[in-house]
């Protein structure tokens, strides 16, 4: 499976893994090899660690608790205790391994440092000036958050790729009916 990287931030683009939430809910995180898959595209580390049924549902606990957390940032509500102490648990994980070779750096790591890279990001955005400009994608079945960074703070979509380009599409087909002789 091949995932969407556009948000600049691994914790958010690791959020909608379950996608259009509370429309089909759909999952891309459905075996134990598709988090190794993401954890590897992503660049966190170049090789797929080993992740079981547990792991699995520990990184779903763990998606499931910062998507929580990053609501609450936006919608300005106070985060759930149980949801900030699985992140700051995750957060004080092992990170992975860096080693400069000839051919460059690599990264190699556990399950246990990948999820340790996305809650610290996570916290990071709680304390970096993004969670100011942190916003919905104004799609109606997408629930990704982005980091606007628009001039102007105008920016709607998380992506004009998607969700900005089927915005202009259906605009441009009701200014066609309505100009429509």
């Not at 090789?47 to 300005?76: N, S, T, Y």
């Not at 000839?102 to 000036?129: P, Q």
């Not at 942190?134 to 799609?139: I, S, T």
Request: net charge negative; glycine share 6%.
């Amino acid at each position: 499976m091949r995932f969407e990287f556009i948000a600049d931030r691994p914790v958010l683009d690791f959020l909608p893994t379950l996608a259009e939430r509370g429309h089909t809910d759909v999952e891309q995180l459905t075996a134990p090899q598709d988090f190794a898959d993401w954890a590897v595209q992503t660049g966190i580390v170049e090789q797929p660690p080993h992740v079981d049924d547990a792991a699995l549902r520990q990184a779903k606990d763990l998606r499931e608790a910062m998507f929580r957390l990053v609501r609450a940032l936006i919608d300005g509500t106070d985060a759930a205790p149980a949801d900030r102490e699985l992140v700051n648990d995750a957060a004080a994980g092992p990170l992975p391994e860096l080693r400069l070779d000839v051919d460059g750096v690599h990264r190699t790591g556990h399950t246990d440092a990948v999820l340790t890279v996305l809650a610290r990001d996570c916290l990071e955005l709680h304390a970096s000036d993004d969670r100011h400009a942190l916003r919905w994608c104004a799609d109606e079945h997408c629930t990704r958050a982005f980091v606007d960074r628009s001039r102007g703070s105008r920016r709607r979509w998380c992506g004009m790729r998607g969700c900005g380009d089927r915005a202009k599409a259906a605009a441009y087909r009701r200014r066609r009916r309505t100009s429509a002789p």
